[in-house]
C-alpha cells in the first residue's frame, strides 16, 4: 500500500500561484495512476487532474484547464500540482490519490482510487 503525504497550499492572493507535492512511500511510485482532488466547503469532493502511471496522458476538470498543470517526478516519488491563475473558487482542501495499476489509464473517479493523502488547505483571497 502506498502512503501519501501532501504539501505547498497555503494562503494567496487571486491571480497567483501554488504548486503542490504529493509525495509517495511504498510501492514503485511508477506503478501508480494519480490524481488531484479538492473539496469546498460544504460541497462534495471534486475531480481537478489526473496522471498515468508513465506520466504521459493527462487530464483536467474543465474548470482548471489552461490553468494547473500536473506532472510527476519518478526519481523523488512525487506528484505535483501547478495552479495559477488563482481565483477563489479554487479554494478548497486539495487530496492527491493513487491506484495501483498495470495498464496506463487516466482515473478521473474518487471510486478508482484506493490510497489518499491527509489533504493541503488551499485559500485565494480576493
Known amino acids: 500500500q502506498v502512503q501519501l503525504v501532501e504539501s505547498g497550499g497555503g494562503l494567496v492572493q487571486a491571480g497567483g500561484s501554488l504548486r503542490l507535492s504529493c509525495e509517495a512511500s511504498g510501492r514503485t511510485f511508477s506503478t501508480y495512476g494519480m490524481g488531484w482532488f479538492r473539496q469546498a466547503p460544504g460541497k462534495e469532493r471534486e475531480f481537478v487532474a489526473a496522471?498515468?502511471?508513465?506520466?504521459?496522458?493527462?487530464y483536467y476538470a474543465d474548470s482548471v484547464k489552461g490553468r494547473f498543470i500536473i506532472s510527476t517526478d519518478n526519481a523523488k516519488r512525487t506528484m505535483y500540482l501547478q495552479m495559477s491563475s488563482l481565483n477563489p473558487e479554487d479554494t478548497a482542501v486539495y487530496f492527491c490519490a493513487a491506484t495501483y495499476t498495470i495498464y496506463n489509464p487516466i482515473y478521473t473517479s474518487m471510486k478508482d482510487y484506493d490510497a489518499w493523502g491527509q489533504g493541503t488547505q488551499v485559500t485565494v483571497s480576493s
Open positions: 496522471i498515468s502511471r508513465s506520466g504521459g496522458n493527462t
